[in-house]
């Protein structure tokens, strides 16, 4: 069964809840596998030291970058090409503005304690990549999607290697989020308004 099959059977609630519940096992599994993979924790702790030219310049600055991209993408791709099936739109499509902030904000912490934090500071940017666009398994089946994803992740990745710093790439992946979540909201709202 597609992802997308799985969430037209859930109501809003248990959607959100499972966006949530997700997040948690992924700031689990982060813990669980930063005991065993992380032997420096001092060094660990370093990862979050706030620059705040860094967040600006690579956090802020890398956000910009990837929105550009994605508004490429939107304006010269048929949206047949990056639809996630509309997993997306279901979610942020019924979220206030102030929800949206603190889900993408939640999602960016536990993903980048993961997929930078232990396993790139473990394994190297090439795993972290692969497996942060694997875990978004619904883009397995939109090539388009899937590559876009695995860009985003070795840039999310390279800034990571470039300023040893988790908050750039937690600050840079919920603005990416968060942006994106607030269009699908503002086009949802509009079209709502269209069809009154």
Request: aromatic fraction near 16%; include cysteine.
């Amino acid at each position: 069964m597609r992802q997308a099959d799985i969430i037209d059977k859930l109501n809003d609630k248990e959607i959100i809840l499972n966006v949530y519940y997700t997040q948690l096992l992924l700031l689990v599994i982060a813990l669980i596998s930063g005991i065993f993979l992380i032997g420096d924790w001092e060094a660990f702790y370093r990862l979050f030291e706030i620059d705040f030219f860094e967040l600006i310049r690579y956090g802020i600055g890398g956000a910009l970058i990837v929105l550009m991209f994605n508004g490429v993408l939107i304006l010269f791709v048929p949206e047949k090409y990056y639809d996630d099936g509309g997993v997306n739109r279901r979610i942020f499509s019924i979220l206030p503005y102030w929800h949206i902030v603190f889900l993408c904000m939640i999602v960016a912490f536990c993903e980048e304690i993961l997929f930078r934090g232990v396993i790139q500071t473990a394994f190297g940017l090439i795993p972290a990549s692969i497996i942060f666009a694997i875990v978004h398994i619904r883009y397995l089946y939109k090539p388009l999607l899937f590559a876009a994803t695995v860009l985003v992740s070795f840039f999310l990745g390279w800034l990571f290697l470039l300023t040893n710093n988790l908050w750039v790439t937690i600050v840079a992946h919920f603005l990416i989020d968060a942006v994106l979540g607030f269009m699908i909201r503002y086009q949802a709202a509009k079209e709502d308004r269209l069809n009154e």
